[in-house]
């Protein structure tokens, strides 16, 4: 079997949105990057940054879904709200 390396027809661009806070994780808070993967991103192969691209857009949906928990938790009345 041949393992053949996909050729790239577009660039991967540079997923900052200008935002550029860290996270209580480490991950910048616009983009979902590691500093790591910010710091070398021009450096990166076209694959890598395909996959680091996937692996941002699952811990935006983990952030988020953290957010909506504690959002509920917070909107939860308290007994003494009930009476």
Sequence with gaps: MWLVKQIEFFEINNPCIGVCQNGPRGFCQG???SREERQYWNELEQDVKRQIVKACGQRERRANQAKLVTLEVDSVPS?????
Excluded: A, E, P, V
């Design 79 to 83: 007994q003494n709200d009930l009476f």
């Design 31 to 33: 983009c979902f990057r």
